[in-house]
């Protein structure tokens, strides 16, 4: 069917991500991408764009039924409620309702609670914030542990009791707040065609968050949140500030971690760091109609175009931009903070879900059932090893076959090289079966297990935006 089904075509080029205007000396060409727009034969397939268009229409069509009722709510966060569909309607609500195409999402009427607050962190839309502590002194700021005394926090610690998150990346970045249409790129963007005045500041915070497990309720908790990085910043708990205030500084926390969910853990650990990967394959695999392409080309459909379209949208270098008005970070800042990540990944080490959850503190000795995020991924992660390995033997006899093999020496080569996927930590040649099976692993947990777990979630979290939202003024 592969011979059959592929012809050879012309290769896919390389290209860089360029600087961004606002920060024009801040480099940003480590990761690779796609040069140009996607080939023909990489568009979305015509069931995609059907269900796509549908999705659309029922949407409109749902928004188009609480309109009234979003317009006529008495408080904003009534007109958020609003904005979804009833599950039912007629009298006493006895029959389901047939347009109920956006249903309310639980957050709805459990956001303000603590316990859904800190259950988000383990099983939301960014499960890989959260950490397990160690060592507090060097893991949690010298403000958390003054206020909650070293050897409290040390024998949460001894008991893998003790776990944060830590947004250290946002604390790097220079500019905050930062200038919803910021200059140069909206120079002509302002009144009479002028500079855009700079009066829309968006401020973001940098938090550290702490929790503490409970083994007997199989829960977690919020100990306490600090939101600056000043030496004097407060350390804020529940049983020392006002329900507002809590709710507020909770918030921001949300705020904070949904950039660094959408930006890098969604689009650059995901999307962007699957690109190389489809290109190198594309040139080699696919071109020498390779059986090892029968596996990667279902990990790779869509992702060429949507990357394609995300770069002239979400994160595109222009005036008005989505990045810009829509994040507290702006798109410079944004691409900066997937470079940071990309600067730092290793192919295994980033992306094996067992090595990346170890990274973490979330070792095999550490057991905390309530993060279905492990519980769950690792199950998943072990039945796609057995397939890849299966789908090895298949093709493969021996590891003199691997070795041997021009066309799969090639593709280690080329999504290695500098020039080309520059993708670190993958093998620079194949020897043996179990590494090209654990690669293959590897990449099929990327595109579906991780992206399952960042992606799908979001109309749940995301929707009701109180919940989620992406910044506060």
Known sequence: LLRSGIRKIKVLDYDTYTNHPEFPDVDLSLMKMMDGAPPINEALSPRKLGR??????????????????????SSQEEA?????????????????????????????????????FARQFFCG????????????????????????????????????????????????LKVNPHQMFPLPMNDESGPD???????????????????????????????????????????????????????????????????MHQWVNHLGKTHFTMEPHIIASYNTLRQARHPLYTFLRQTSRD?????????????KYDANAFGDYQSPVGVGQVMQLI???????????????????????????????????????MKLWNAIGGFATDFVDEVFDSDEDVASDEVVQEWAKETTDPDKGAVKGFPTSFEDKETVAKVLQTIMWMASGLHAAVNFPQYDEFAYVPNKPWHLR
């Open 52 to 73: 796509l268009i549908l999705r659309i229409l029922k949407t409109q069509l749902a928004l188009d039924t609480v309109l009234d009722d979003v317009n006529s709510a």
């Open 80 to 116: 958020y409620k609003a904005c979804f569909t009833k599950p039912r309607i007629g009298w006493f609500g006895i029959l389901p309702n047939p347009q109920n195409f956006l249903p309310p999402p639980y957050a709805v009427d459990n956001w303000e609670k603590d316990s859904e």
């Open 125 to 172: 839309t960014n499960p890989l914030m959260i950490e397990v502590a160690k060592d507090p002194e060097t893991q949690l700021s010298k403000n958390m542990v003054s206020h909650f005394g070293k050897d409290k926090l040390q024998e949460l610690a001894d008991k893998n009791q003790l776990l944060f998150a830590s947004y250290d990346d946002l604390a790097d």
């Open 193 to 259: 065609g002028g500079p855009a005045p700079q009066v829309h500041p968006k401020f973001f915070y940098a938090p550290i968050v702490a929790f503490t497990y409970d083994y007997d309720k199989d829960e977690l908790d919020v100990l306490g949140i600090q939101l600056e990085r000043t030496d004097d910043a407060r350390v804020y708990t529940k049983n020392t500030c006002g329900e507002n205030e809590w709710i507020a500084v909770k918030c921001q926390v949300i705020a904070a971690d949904s950039n």
């Open 303 to 315: 992702t060429l175009v949507l990357n394609w379209a995300a770069r002239g949208s979400l994160v």
């Open 339 to 377: 470079n940071k990540m990309w600067s730092r990944y290793s192919f295994f080490g980033s992306t094996g879900l067992p090595n990346e959850l170890a990274s973490r503190g979330f070792t095999e000795d550490v057991q905390i059932p309530a993060y279905l995020y492990r519980e769950d991924g």
